[in-house]
């Protein structure tokens, strides 16, 4: 796959992340997972990753930048959101919440992955975030906004709430909406642990079958850290946890740092494909 430059449409983009549902749907025959493993990782940074400033790109391999600052903007680790699809193709997702959008490249992801292993016309999806579509709050304007505003404008099953995650039920009952439910909520608004904890209670609230926390090991995130700590605590009776949390070697730590991290909570109780 070549990296989808400024030159080039959503449209190729989004080709090349149906090509990879499919990969990862059919990774179970594989003969060398381990090999099909890299190549995939390398297939979602291909995808383009979201890093373009000095600071981001710090916490991003050197090997990688070649992908940073294109495309559909991931802003995730490939080692580490590989694991997480992996594990989503086990269960029937159909329904999908993000909390904290910003440029819009993880949601675009998600959506087309879990969209693309679902019947026709049975999923359905919400981006929830207080700034725009494709905004990212500290920035007047990225690369990735307008491909984002288009991928937005071309999926039906997709919408968008530019709200406070802590106002949405709120909106909800204002606009006469009828009460929502999600079977997949991913968190990454609020990045400390007071608004994490709201908001991973919320997706409890919304019925959510499985629950993501983004940050989860991340030096500077430590509210993230601890809300990731305490879920798994407090939800043991009731789901699984799996955390992925691969660092690359060639991005420079102080002794115990680490970025990123995607922790992930699975109801007991949650179908997996395999019974369908």
């Avoid at 940074?45 to 070649?66: I, N, Q």
């Avoid at 994490?196 to 959510?208: K, N």
């Avoid at 926390?213 to 850290?225: I, R």
Wanted: glycine share 8%; net charge negative.
């Amino acid at each position: 796959m070549q990296i989808v430059t400024e030159g080039q449409d959503v449209k190729r983009a989004l080709e090349g992340l149906r090509a990879l549902g499919s990969a990862i749907a059919g990774r179970a025959d594989a003969a060398d997972v381990e090999s099909l493993d890299r190549d995939l990782e390398q297939q979602i940074a291909t995808l383009g990753l979201f890093p373009y400033e000095d600071w981001s790109l710090r916490h991003f391999p050197k090997e990688l930048h070649s992908c940073c600052g294109h495309g559909l903007g991931i802003w995730q680790y490939p080692n580490q959101l590989l694991p997480l699809a992996i594990l989503l193709n086990k269960y029937r997702v159909e329904s999908y919440l993000e909390i904290g959008v910003a440029a819009g490249g993880t949601f675009t992801f998600m959506c087309e992955l879990l969209s693309s292993w679902t019947k026709p016309g049975s999923f359905r999806a919400l981006g929830c975030d207080p700034a725009p579509p494709g905004s990212v709050s500290y920035l007047p304007q990225n690369p990735f906004q307008e491909r984002f505003k288009e991928w937005l404008a071309a999926s039906p099953a997709v919408s968008y709430k530019q709200v406070y995650s802590e106002f949405l039920e709120r909106q909800w009952l204002r606009d006469n909406e009828p009460p929502q439910s999600f079977d997949c909520v991913f968190v990454d608004g609020d990045h400390s642990y007071e608004g994490c904890w709201a908001d991973l209670q919320m997706a409890l609230r919304l019925h959510a079958s499985i629950i993501i926390l983004h940050d989860v090991v991340n030096a500077e995130c430590p509210g993230v850290c601890d809300a990731w700590a305490e879920a798994q605590s407090a939800l043991k009776n009731d789901f699984d946890f799996f955390e992925f949390s691969a660092q690359y070697e060639s991005v420079a730590h102080e002794p115990g740092e680490q970025f990123l991290g995607i922790g992930v909570c699975v109801r007991k109780t949650m179908p997996r494909r395999s019974s369908e």
